[in-house]
């Protein structure tokens, strides 16, 4: 409990998912192929704030549309 208090916040499902969309549009990533472009983008931008699983997920939703 002490040590949350000088963790940074996490970041919430829409704020990954809103995250997610700029990384998306800014490396025009085009589909699944380009997942591991998005992911080191995202890691970058959100290692430490937002669980990478949870962006992992994000990214496939985002490039599977």
């Given amino acids: ?21 700029a990384i998306v549009a800014e ?15 995202a890691k970058a931008r959100l290692g430490g704030k937002a669980d990478m699983s949870h962006v992992s997920a994000a990214v496939k939703a985002a490039l599977a549309r």
């Fill in 1 to 21: 409990k002490v040590l949350e208090g000088y963790l940074p916040a996490r970041l919430d499902a829409d704020e990954i998912a809103a995250a997610v969309a």
């Fill in 27 to 41: 490396t025009g990533a085009a589909g699944p192929g380009d997942m591991g472009k998005v992911m080191a983008a």
